[in-house]
């Protein structure tokens, strides 16, 4: 658990055979498969002027204004950053959070709108946040599985690799 640097870097020292990791990465000797994508969401919190009991999708620069947690990562903020049509208009990053359950208590105490793939949405238990997918067509989270190149790996391992290769024309 942890960002995709992180887990990358386990993967490189043997920590770990396989790992999921959000794309993009740019490790050396690191090989890849696609295996799941999903798009981002917002998640607000009740109270909030872009709270919605129905949960529509909502655009990026209807968040121009308020203060936003997105994903630590380096690479998150320019991603983010190119939902919005006008370069001179910047969203307002209030917090970059590792890890999703931080940036849900965060969001549901009124610190900034969470900015997360769509999967943060299993923490909700209740009506204190709303999720609404950001209407872009690029904002969408993209899932690889990793392993190190020229590591031997376990049987299972490699029957894993080879079970997700063989079915990823399924996955969405």
Known sequence: ????????NRVMKGLCDLAVILEPHNAEGVESVPVYQEPW???IP???PLYSETNEPIN?????????LIPSRESRQGEIHGWFSDPQSMPIIRGRVAHMMNA???SKNG???????????S???????????INHPDAKAFYALIWK????????AEAFIEFIKKNKEGVQ
Do not use: W
Not at 1 to 8: A, I, L, R, T
Not at 60 to 68: A, R, T, V
């Open 41 to 43: 969401v917002a998640m």
């Open 60 to 68: 990026p620069n209807e968040l121009l204004p308020y203060d936003l």
């Open 149 to 156: 190149k020229d590591r031997a790996l376990s049987h299972t």
């Open 104 to 106: 849900y208590e965060l």
């Open 1 to 8: 658990n942890g960002n995709s640097d992180d887990v990358v």
């Open 111 to 121: 610190v900034g709108i969470a900015i997360y793939p769509e999967s943060i949405s």
């Open 46 to 48: 009740k109270g909030h």
């Open 123 to 133: 923490l909700v238990r209740d009506r204190e946040v709303c999720i609404r997918q």
